[in-house]
């Protein structure tokens, strides 16, 4: 079965072509992040109107990259929640008409279970039941609990802020560009992880929550001089890769021991971590170093499906539709 899979719940429009839920045929992103980063950050008008420019020609983009046509297709697939709600409604608006004109399957995709789905989808097994999933994005910083690979049960999350905000905000305060993740990600290589021991994100020892609005804040009060210092940090290269290295080290560790924690709560033997956020380095090597000295599975997406894409809505849809069926012409686009 092959399914033309479509994401625009945020900044990437994305389109994408996948049999039986595993096989790759093509996988188009565009990236609107040229377009926002003057702003520091996603505008939701510029975003929907720039899917709309973009989404037709990254659909055909798909087909032809697959060496398809309409015809060979036998379902349509879309994240239809949650996410930027005039965002979202391009791409629904897309699909239903595709499914309507073309008379095919409507398949509605929760973006965040798309992004669980892409930690495993190109493994060969299956995460063994029960198993636990952090999902890590730019809106999202969630634990669940999974009794069965499609059904999440949220145990755990961020009171606040998510961590690919946060990424972001401290790249905006470091004056580093837009968005932060991937140049935090890189400026930390080379930096001190224990120069400036920001408090941990996790919001109890034992705990399941996070908090990230504290370690931003003090990224900003270190950077501009307003705590005891008083003075301002001067963004030398070498304070910079410090700061970078302190407020990641802080971040992956809330992450890998609130993890642990719910690992333990729910006596799973394997982690699926999920969104953009899982492309970072540091949290790769210490979740892998982590689960192995536990004998935990663990399956982490590749770096290209960790950030937004329309694979794992194409992919998910082929499990969706066996084992629900289709939605149908009323399926709407949900902001939350
Ligand atoms: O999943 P995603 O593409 O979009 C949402 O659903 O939000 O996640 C985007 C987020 C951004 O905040 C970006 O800075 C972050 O993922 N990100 C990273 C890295 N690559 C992307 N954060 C840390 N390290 C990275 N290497
Ligand atoms: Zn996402």
């Known amino acids: 079965m092959r399914i033309l899979g479509i994401e625009t719940s945020c900044d990437e429009t994305a389109a994408a072509v996948v049999e039986d839920g595993h096989t790759v045929l093509s996988d188009v992103v565009v990236s609107q992040i040229d377009i926002h980063k003057r702003f520091g950050g996603t505008v939701p008008e510029i975003a929907s109107r720039s899917h709309l420019e973009t989404l037709l020609p990254v659909i055909e983009e798909a087909l032809e990259r697959a060496s398809l046509r309409f015809a060979d297709v036998d379902a349509i697939a879309v994240t239809h929640q949650p996410g930027l709600i005039g965002a979202l409604l391009v791409g629904v608006a897309a699909a239903k008409t595709l499914a309507l004109a073309l008379d095919l399957p409507l398949i509605g995709i929760h973006h965040i279970a798309a992004h669980i789905y892409a930690s495993w989808m190109q493994s060969p097994t299956r995460p063994e039941a029960p198993f636990v999933s952090l999902v890590v994005s730019g ?14 049960v949220e145990i755990g999350s961020t009171i606040d802020d998510a961590v690919g905000e946060a990424f972001d905000k401290v790249a905006t305060v470091l004056k580093l560009g837009y968005p932060g993740g991937p140049i935090v990600d890189t400026m930390a290589k080379g930096g001190d992880p224990k120069r400036f021991p920001f408090k941990s994100p996790l919001l109890k020892k034992d705990g399941l929550d996070f908090t990230l609005s504290g370690i931003k804040t003090a990224v ?15 963004l030398t290269e070498a304070n910079v890769k410090d ?9 992956v560790e809330a992450l890998v021991r609130g993890t642990m924690n719910a690992v333990a709560t729910c006596g799973a033997s394997a982690v699926v971590v999920g969104g953009g956020c899982a492309a970072n380095s540091q949290l790769r090597e210490r979740f892998t170093q982590e689960c192995e000295r536990r004998g935990l599975g663990l399956h982490l ?16 849809a082929f499990h969706k539709f066996h084992r629900q069926g289709a939605d149908d012409l009323a399926l709407d686009a949900v902001a939350s």
């Open 243 to 251: 700061v970078c290295a302190s407020f990641q080290h802080q971040v």
């Open 220 to 234: 900003l009060y270190l950077v501009n001089g307003m705590n005891v210092r008083k003075e301002a940090l001067p």
């Open 139 to 152: 809106g999202h910083t969630t634990l669940f609990r999974m009794d069965d690979p499609f059904t999440a």
């Open 301 to 316: 997406p590749s770096r290209r499906l960790s950030t937004d894409n329309a694979v794992m809505v194409a992919g998910l």
